[in-house]
């Protein structure tokens, strides 16, 4: 079973790579709009005293934990005919599935970017402070310095969408060769029996998860190197 | 025209305790001002009021540019500087760490270049200019946070016991660097414990006791 497996990667099966770059393209987009959205809100909730500061943060940390098949459903009933945005019919398309992940993505990296700026030591701020900075160029500072934590941010919300299958499968809909993914298609194959193409997805999947476990981990480790000397 | 600092009737307290006092007294620009005064006597709080990062109680912290006041915004500023006795240096190189003053000012690149390289010689950093800051030794940190904060040649530098962290011969080089500094006609306010050091700048001794600022 393992030798067919593997055979379908190195023999570079036109179906699987098909799907694999269909995965990336939804979650490397999902994360750079859960990036765009989540880096400034997790840097201003760490940066700026405001009303309400420590409901978002923990409203933020809540959702870190969200259900997939929550976010799944609720997106669902968003997008499907009956739905407030029933009109731009995109449910059961690779958008639909963008959304969902955007959606589990986003909390993750505002959170811990939060996380990373609240952790910035106070000494910087004085110090660009001293030397004559304007209030925007002292948050900019504080936010380079935290720039290992908020790519650990990032690098961690990759790790959760590529993962994700709950809230996929419901609001792609697993359409071969349209919205099939690595983790929708290993559920089916799987309950298919087609254990071959399901190893062969698994063992991808695992090491794209492998690559990105090592790239944070070295990420957080150049940080914590140079937050020691 | 140089800058002039100007304290009225300064006072500070912390949860009901009094560390400034109605504290005055009138700078001169171009003079070297050494403030002692035990542990605890209010120096640190005087120069944070002095260099606007914090606000007295009572009284006004004044700079006058012949006789305009300035009001305290960016402009000024950044003309002004404080070195604190712990230097919190980013985690950057030291060049950057150096030239971090000239390009927040939009100073243009050359410029910069030609600058931070020249005091970092001066602070005898030039060979580790690539080096990130935060592998320096204490000593090496302080002369970079001097460095850094002299770099855009400020009008009046506030230097918080700029010398109690560190060896011999970086306490050498930073007198080195506050005299060459003064000889520019600027503004000097050091905070230390060290009378001769104080002697040695050739500076004019302020004291602080009580809360309280006397001129000795």
């Known amino acids: 079973m393992f030798e067919k497996a593997f055979a379908l990667i190195f023999n570079t099966d036109h179906e699987l790579f098909a799907i694999i770059l269909l995965s990336l393209q939804v979650s490397l987009c999902a994360l750079c709009l859960a990036s765009i959205a989540g880096v400034p809100v997790g840097a201003l909730t760490g940066l700026k005293k405001f009303r309400f500061r420590g409901g978002v943060v923990s409203l933020l940390n809540t959702f870190m934990g969200l259900p997939p098949v929550v976010v799944g459903l609720c997106v669902y009933l968003t997008l499907s005919r009956s739905g407030p945005l029933g009109f731009m019919s995109l449910l059961y398309t690779p958008s639909a599935m963008v959304i969902a992940q955007t959606i589990l993505a986003f909390p993750i990296v505002a959170s811990l970017t939060h996380s990373a700026v609240v952790g910035v030591d106070p000494v910087i701020k004085q110090a660009a402070k001293t030397l004559g900075a304007s209030p925007l160029q002292e948050s900019l500072t504080v936010v380079k310095e935290a720039r290992y934590g908020i790519t650990a941010a990032v690098i961690a919300a990759l790790g959760r969408v590529m993962a994700e299958v709950g809230a996929i499968l419901i609001v792609g809909g697993n359409i071969a060769g349209y919205t099939r993914v690595m983790t929708t298609t290993i559920a089916l194959e799987t309950d298919k029996g087609n254990f071959e193409l399901a190893l062969a997805l698994g063992i991808i999947l695992l090491a794209i998860s492998l690559l990105i476990n090592v790239v944070l981990h070295m990420v957080q480790r150049k940080g914590h190197f140079q937050d020691k000397k | ?216």
């Open chain 2, 1 to 216: 025209m140089s800058l002039r600092l100007s304290i009225d009737r300064i006072s500070k307290s912390y949860d009901g305790n009094a560390v400034l006092d109605g504290c005055r007294f009138e700078f001169e620009a171009g003079k070297t001002y050494a403030l002692i005064g035990s542990n605890g006597s209010g120096k640190s709080t005087f120069l944070r009021i002095c260099a606007l990062l914090e606000q007295p109680d009572k009284g006004a912290v004044r700079f006058f540019c012949g006789d305009a006041e300035q009001p305290h915004e960016i402009p000024l500023k950044r003309k002004i500087t404080l070195v604190l006795p712990k230097t919190g240096v980013f985690n950057s190189s030291v060049f950057n760490n150096a030239a971090y003053g000239l390009k927040i000012r939009g100073i243009a690149g050359n410029e910069i270049k030609e600058k931070a390289a020249r005091i970092l010689k001066l602070v005898k950093l030039a060979g580790k200019s690539a080096q990130n800051a935060q592998t320096l030794s204490s000593g090496e940190t302080q002369r970079l946070g001097i460095a850094r904060a002299m770099v855009f040649e400020p009008e009046i530098i506030f230097l918080d016991e700029p010398t109690a962290f560190v060896d011999a011969e970086s306490k050498g080089i930073i007198e080195e660097l506050i005299s060459k500094f003064k000889d520019r006609q600027r503004t000097v306010i050091i905070a230390t414990h060290d009378l001769h050091q104080a002697e040695r700048l050739d500076s004019q001794i302020l004291s602080m006791t009580e809360g309280r600022l006397k001129l000795l």
